[in-house]
């Protein structure tokens, strides 16, 4: 059962444009939601993260949107550049043995 | 080297043949895990050790054995693989995975391919 689900599984945007990435959850016990961008040939890194009891984070061009009621979060990629263009997996963490469930992952690629 | 390291970066091996994947941390920490990733599935876990002791086993086929002889190394022993076992293999390590909401860093992982 997949327990974080991810959507799109690849989108292109121009360059400047904005990339929206969504991801959603059931299960409550989840209580820590990190993003990582991982590039060819390498492995997944932290990009940004967020806790529950926020509903916004922005690193950067890059921010996390959190609605805890639909149990649902986003990543905005504002002013998308070319250098952006990686596979994004969206995560979320149980409190009680820290362990990680990733979302399937989303392709960005960013046209010049 | 810093970071986590994995030798090697590509692996192809028959079903009959015997592989070991290696990891090495040079992060200080005390936990390492191996993952699964399959091309547009989530990443899967597949064992942890903490401290050189196994503590998570996701119901990985007992072709697949783990060893972690000390806190910087974790080995990955193959045996008798099949075809969908090809896969990209993801080494991770974090300052401990029991004590702790530490961050996970990866390899850049071992590419297997299984004929």
């Known amino acids: 059962q997949q327990q974080v689900k991810q959507s799109p599984q690849s989108l292109i945007v121009q360059k400047g444009g904005i990339s929206i990435i969504n991801c959603a959850y059931e299960?409550?016990?989840?209580?820590?939601f990190p993003w990582y961008q991982q590039f060819p040939g390498k492995g997944p890194a932290l990009l940004i993260a967020?806790?529950?009891?926020?509903s916004e984070k922005k690193e950067g061009r890059f921010t996390i949107s959190f609605n805890k009621s639909a149990k649902q979060f986003s990543l905005h990629i504002m002013d998308s550049q070319p250098g952006d263009s990686a596979t994004y997996f969206c995560?979320?963490?149980?409190?009680?043995?820290?362990?990680?469930?990733f979302g399937a992952g989303t392709t960005v690629t960013v046209r010049a | 080297e810093t970071g986590v390291t994995q030798t090697p970066r590509h692996l192809v091996m028959g079903m009959t043949n015997k592989k070991s994947l290696k990891c090495e941390q040079h992060?200080?920490?005390?936990?390492m895990y191996w993952y699964k990733q399959s091309a547009k599935k989530p990443l899967e876990l597949m064992f942890v050790?903490?401290?050189?002791?196994?503590?998570e086993n996701n119901s990985v086929p007992s072709r697949f054995s783990p060893e972690c002889p000390n806190s910087s190394h974790l080995f990955l022993h193959l045996h008798t693989l099949q075809p969908e076992d090809s896969a990209l293999y993801l080494c991770?390590?974090?300052?401990?995975?029991?004590?702790?909401?530490?961050?996970?860093?990866f390899g850049p992982g071992t590419r297997l391919t299984v004929t």
């Open positions: 299960n409550t016990a989840f209580d820590y």
């Open positions: 991770a390590s974090s300052q401990d995975s029991r004590a702790g909401p530490y961050e996970q860093y």
């Open positions: 967020i806790r529950p009891d926020v």
């Open positions: 992060l200080g920490h005390n936990a």
């Open positions: 050790y903490n401290f050189k002791e196994q503590t």
């Open positions: 995560a979320a963490r149980r409190g009680q043995d820290y362990k990680l469930s």
